[in-house]
């Protein structure tokens, strides 16, 4: 089992910047992508970006050049660098990996950025 935990999430203003963090934990042993998800209010959740474990790093057209994703291997954990937000890119932000099959998901976490 691997639990993913969110963090850094809250409400901005258009232009401004936020840092999201995801933590794994449990039991790790073949952890390679790590991805960022996020769904909007009557949207489907979309793929916003997502990085393998040596780096290479694949992102959604709409956060290109704003949005930048990183990890810190050693320390399991997945990092969303937010900047030039705006209003469109409020939603719920989901942490996400798979291990051995499985797809694991963090609880989410709301980004809210006001116009």
């Known amino acids: 089992q691997v639990q993913l935990v969110e963090s850094g999430g809250g409400l901005v203003q258009a232009g401004g910047s936020l840092r999201l963090s995801c933590a794994a934990s449990?039991?790790?042993?073949?952890?390679?992508?790590m991805g960022w998800y996020r769904q909007a209010p009557g949207k489907q959740r979309e793929l916003v970006a997502a990085?393998?474990?040596?780096?290479?790093?694949n992102y959604a057209d709409s956060v290109k050049g704003r949005f930048t994703i990183s990890r810190d291997n050693a320390k399991n954990t997945v990092y969303l660098q937010m900047n030039r937000l705006q209003p469109e890119d409020t939603a719920v932000y989901y942490c996400?990996?798979?291990?051995?099959?499985?797809?694991?998901w963090g609880q989410g976490i709301q980004v809210t950025v006001s116009s």
């Open positions: 996400n990996t798979r291990q051995s099959g499985y797809v694991y």
């Open positions: 449990g039991t790790i042993f073949s952890i390679n992508v």
């Open positions: 990085i393998t474990y040596i780096g290479y790093t």
